[in-house]
């Protein structure tokens, strides 16, 4: 069964094709040495920062997420919570029956 593609995966395979694109097309170009290594740190810097932000958006949705699972996981408990309450008082109500039931016919 394949194993499904995560963000992630799509993440860092952007952020690596961008590298190789941009030292590519750098190191193709006709430049002076001193021209051609700014020019290399300058894309790095930016990549590096785009990274950080995409990082930082990740992390920001991700907290989003958890919070929203939390909450509904919360709202289920609580469901449930009075889904079992309800159905014991109504078994003890059966049961309460039942018992009053059989006095009245032993009587």
Do not use: C, W, Y
């Not at 991700?62 to 909450?71: A, F, H, I, P």
């Not at 449930?80 to 014991?88: G, P």
């Amino acid at each position: 069964m394949p194993k499904e593609n995560t963000g992630s995966g799509l993440l860092v395979g952007t952020i690596v094709g961008t590298a190789v694109g941009a030292v590519g097309a750098l190191l193709l170009a006709p430049k002076t040495g001193v021209q051609l290594r700014e020019d290399i740190s300058n894309k790095f810097q930016a990549l590096s920062q785009r990274t950080q932000e995409l990082a930082s958006t990740a992390r920001d949705k991700t907290k989003d997420v958890l919070s929203s699972v939390r909450e509904e996981a919360s709202d289920l408990t609580d469901r449930a919570k009075k889904s079992n309450e309800h159905v014991m008082d109504a078994f003890s109500s059966a049961k309460d029956d039942m018992k009053d039931k059989m006095k009245s016919s032993a009587n």
